[in-house]
């Protein structure tokens, strides 16, 4: 089985996904997490992107696939690599959980350069959005998100026009890297029991 790369959000750091590595690893996975800084939404979403491929590339060898799951604005980070930094290359399944894709209005709350992209309509966004289609074409990918999501607002703003995407009743953004539904949602996916 391919490794798992954990990519977490706005002030988080890789122990948020404490839950889901333990349930990964105990499905046989090898499962690796990255501390990207800063995390307050003040570093520009792109800067942070080529910190992951700068991890991913001295962690992995270069022709080692990789599943990649990101979370919240963790995905648009992910979404960044894969789509400008030849990121599809290295990357066998990818996962968005809970990922502002189509922004989300809360980023309008704080005035810094990474929440300004995650804002609906950002040049960032809208860049990421025009060819996403053709950029993930033969790319496995799995849309994670809850209708209850009052960190992204719309919730459906996480949705995407690829892949395949699932919605869990789950009452807090963050609680959708603690619930095993989803756990077993990505699971199923990764081993190509759920069908795309």
Not at 74 to 84: A, D, F, H, M, S
Not at 168 to 190: E, G, Q, T, Y
């Amino acid at each position: 089985m391919n490794p798992i790369l954990l990519v977490h959000g706005i002030i988080d750091k890789s122990k948020v996904f404490n839950k889901m590595s333990f349930y990964l690893q105990n499905n046989g996975y090898d499962v690796y997490s990255i501390n990207l800084t800063p995390n307050n939404g003040t570093a520009d979403l792109r800067v942070l992107a080529q910190k992951l491929k700068e991890y991913i590339d001295d962690q992995f060898k270069p022709n080692q696939k990789i599943n990649l799951i990101g979370f919240s604005m963790g995905g648009l980070i992910t979404r960044y690599y894969l789509q400008r930094l030849e990121g599809l290359e290295k990357v066998d399944k990818y996962v968005s959980i809970s990922t502002p894709n189509n922004g989300t209005k809360m980023a309008y709350m704080l005035p810094f350069i990474g929440t300004k992209q995650m804002r609906p309509h950002s040049d960032f966004l809208e860049d990421l959005n025009r060819d996403i289609k053709n950029q993930f074409s033969h790319l496995d990918c799995l849309i994670l998100w809850t209708p209850f999501d009052l960190m992204i607002t719309p919730a459906s703003s996480s949705i995407l026009p690829v892949g395949k995407s699932l919605n869990f009743p789950v009452l807090l953004h963050k609680w959708m890297i603690s619930d095993v539904r989803v756990f077993k949602a990505v699971d199923s996916f990764l081993n190509s029991e759920l069908k795309i």
